[in-house]
């Protein structure tokens, strides 16, 4: 049996679909489309023109009523150049923006944080640079947040610990630094950080993704990472959070220590070593000198050949500086002949004009006076030396003396 259909409920039908096929967003949100092309250098054509709907043009979704702008998608179609203020942040219902793979410079446009129904921001692989503003922490229905190779700098702001809906933060492959701030929220799956330049210790409540979410980062460190040295604090809390929320950094486990610290050490000990080695130079140049000038004293004469001449003939002394005596024998032949009073020597006295010589009786016993200074030379010139039995001895070195010049 046919189902007859009214005429009228056709006709609403039909009315509906044609306002559905000619909705239009309102103008203030197609004025803001174009805008944002205008002012944004691009190298594919888009289409966009006056002469079709808005929600029909490359890269934009609309609700379902076709009233209002909800998607903005427009990767890798060559934007160059900054984001223009005061267009994109005029679609008061957007919930997607997806500008990645172009060459976007400057900053985020602070009217885009003001957009309270975003659910996903998808601007990586750009050339965006500055800080990641604070004002993120407004997005109160924010659950990807994708900033990743970019030139982004500064920390990372505490704000995103606030963001309740979060599940998916990517910020790696820029220039951030600073700490991690500690992100409690349970929501969050995706989270990466890695090729940065961040510090300290890694949170605890963050510690539960893999090492790949950190690396890269030099200076960064508990788990997953290597434990943290003594150098490294730990990270300060979020907003709200007092200290103990956070558990301390177990300090009794073994540390590894820092780069700079390692070039402390290695610095510290090298400077050491210069002023020990500087030390035992100066030492072993004083004692040298010590040597030297001692070396060149008449107490420094340990035995020298004197020639005593007598009334029994000549004789050769082995003069000891310090008292020990030597062996006489004649000179001009015959067997060697022990010198009375052998032990004592022949004492000098420096710069006297005699020396006495030690001995007993006879030639050279104790009282006999050897006159002259001691710098005579081997010439066979000698001085005159007084013996006991009133005859003048002559003596003579054999060998050049101390003070022999």
Request: hydrophobic letters at 40%; proline letters at 8%; glycine letters at 16%.
């Amino acid at each position: 049996m046919a189902v007859v259909v009214p005429r009228a409920v056709l006709l609403a039908a039909v009315a509906s679909l044609a306002c559905l096929a000619f909705a239009e967003p309102p103008p203030s949100e197609r004025s803001a489309l174009l805008a944002f092309l205008t002012a944004t250098p691009h190298e594919r054509r888009l289409g966009w023109n006056t002469s079709t709907p808005a929600c029909a043009w490359v890269g934009v979704t609309c609700d379902a009523a076709q009233s209002t702008v909800v998607q903005l998608r427009l990767p890798g179609v060559g934007l160059v150049g900054a984001i223009p203020p005061a267009t994109i942040g005029r679609l008061p219902n957007l919930q997607v923006l997806s500008l990645r793979s172009n060459r976007i410079i400057g900053g985020i446009p602070d009217d885009l944080l003001q957009l309270s129904s975003l659910r996903a921001i998808f601007l990586q692989n750009n050339m965006i640079s500055g800080a990641i503003p604070s004002g993120v922490g407004k997005l109160a229905a924010l659950e990807r947040l994708v900033l990743s190779h970019n030139n982004l700098s500064g920390p990372i702001p505490f704000a995103l610990n606030s963001l309740a809906s979060l599940r998916s933060l990517r910020l790696e492959g820029n220039r951030l630094s600073g700490k991690i701030p500690s992100i409690t929220n349970p929501e969050l799956k995706d989270f990466n950080v890695s090729v940065n330049s961040l510090n300290g210790s890694i949170p605890q409540a963050l510690a539960r993704f893999p090492a790949d979410s950190f690396a890269g980062n030099l200076q960064l460190c508990g788990k997953p990472l290597p434990p943290c040295s003594p150098f490294f604090p730990s990270p300060s809390p979020a907003p709200g959070m007092s200290p103990g929320d956070e558990p301390a950094t177990v300090s009794n486990k073994k540390r590894k220590l820092s780069g700079a610290a390692i070039a402390g050490i290695v610095v510290g000990a090298v400077v050491v070593a210069l002023l020990l080695l500087a030390v035992i130079v100066l030492c072993a140049r004083s004692r040298r000198r010590r040597g030297r000038s001692g070396s060149t004293g008449v107490g420094r004469c340990h035995r020298h050949d004197v020639l005593v001449e007598g009334r029994h003939g000549r004789r050769h002394l082995r003069v000891g500086g310090r008292g020990g005596g030597g062996r006489g024998r004649r000179h001009g032949g015959g067997e060697p002949a022990g010198v009375p009073g052998e032990g004592r020597g022949v004492q000098l006295r420096p710069g006297g004009p005699a020396a006495r010589v030690g001995g007993g009786a006879g030639e050279g016993e104790r009282g006999d006076v050897v006159q002259g200074g001691a710098g005579g030379g081997d010439d066979g010139g000698g001085e005159a030396a007084q013996g006991r039995g009133g005859g003048a001895a002559r003596v003579r070195r054999a060998h050049g003396g101390a003070g022999q010049g």
